[in-house]
């Protein structure tokens, strides 16, 4: 493993690897992964210690989406078998960052379906629940598709800590995946939130059929962006859109991608979302000891993630600590009201 032997991290420091030296770096982990995990995790430790933070989401508007998103099980495009409705309730979504306050998680985000909000009602409506996030002592986030710098300014001032909006892919992968919209939209958002003042989450999701040079063109982006959060999904097909029939990626593949993550985003958040469960299994825990620093716990937009309990004990079981503590997590993951939806399949 010579390429992990030179690259200590010293040399790497805050600015990562270059993108040469990730592309070997996956030669060598197809080789030896646990080595790549275990040279990952020692950058993880120097720039995050062991402290593993949660947060949580809603899916507070469902379905209808216009964006053609090959993967989206919300997209107007495609026929799934999820529920669409129209934005919650503010003290609905309040109440559902107290259960993932209660779960663990140090923050909530707020997700909308669609290119973005335009109607003032649901603006208020928006408002009001980051009032009642914060006065939880949770740090609201929100994702809420493309927006100005006048609204994301507006966001900031209601007490919004972090704005999230995913590239997905690559810009040269992304014309495979979305037709509707341009990348440059995206990354003009993710720079407008950064302009305002906020934290910003913005990453993507693997298994689209992309390549791992794809993988490294992303990470690459984000860190160009100075992203403070990096999100990895991985790919749970759904019935129904384009990439419904995707092979799943294997796990070895998925903690490989992980750790030259954490090589190129040394001291960033690379946050382990959708997917995990589906795609990891009995591999989820190595995905701490490849580089990752925080999970999304609890349910997931349209699909069903695992206990609260679960990841907790599993952190702790590695030797690391949430950065909240639970009060008590609740059986049914973050979300407890599923009446109102249908979990995808």
């Not at 939209?185 to 989450?201: F, M, Y």
């Not at 090589?263 to 995990?276: E, Q, S, T, V, W």
């Not at 702790?316 to 949430?322: A, Q, S, V, Y």
């Amino acid at each position: 493993m010579a390429i992990i032997e030179r690259l200590k991290i010293k040399s790497i420091k805050n600015k990562g690897v270059e993108g040469n030296d990730a592309w070997r770096l996956c030669e060598e982990g197809s080789l030896n992964p646990f080595g790549l995990m275990a040279a990952a995790s020692e950058i993880r430790d120097h720039f995050k210690g062991k402290a593993i933070s949660f947060c949580g989401i809603v899916n507070a508007k469902s379905g209808r989406c216009s964006e053609d998103c090959a993967f989206c099980a919300q997209s107007a495009h495609y026929k799934t078998n999820i529920q669409a409705y129209p934005l919650k309730k503010a003290d609905d979504i309040i109440a559902a960052a107290q259960r993932a306050r209660t779960a663990g998680a140090e923050m909530f985000g707020v997700v909308t379906s669609g290119k973005g909000i335009k109607s003032k009602k649901e603006w208020a409506e928006i408002f009001r629940a980051i009032e009642g996030i914060r006065n939880l002592g949770v740090l609201p986030c929100a994702s809420l598709g493309i927006i100005s710098g006048e609204r994301a300014r507006s966001l900031k001032d209601a007490g919004l800590f972090r704005y999230h909006h995913n590239l997905e892919t690559s810009r040269s992968y992304f014309p495979n995946i979305c037709t509707t919209h341009e990348y440059d939209e995206d990354v003009e958002t993710v720079r407008t939130a950064i302009n305002a003042g906020l934290s910003v989450c913005s990453g993507g999701l693997i298994g689209l059929g992309e390549g791992m040079s794809h993988r490294i063109e992303l990470a690459l982006t984000l860190r160009e962006l100075a992203v403070d959060s990096v999100p990895v999904n991985i790919l749970n097909p759904i019935k129904g859109t384009p990439l419904g029939g995707r092979p799943p990626l294997p796990p070895l593949e998925i903690l490989i991608t992980i750790a030259v993550f954490r090589f190129l985003l040394p001291g960033r958040d690379i946050r382990l979302c959708g997917g995990k469960e589906k795609s990891l299994r009995q591999l989820l825990p190595l995905a701490v000891v490849a580089g990752c620093n925080a999970f999304m716990t609890g349910h997931y937009l349209t699909t069903p993630g695992r206990d609260p309990e679960l990841d907790v004990e599993m952190i702790r079981d590695l030797g690391f600590m949430p950065t909240r503590e639970p009060q008590h997590v609740c059986k049914c993951a973050t979300d407890c009201c599923l009446e109102d939806r249908e979990i995808g399949k």
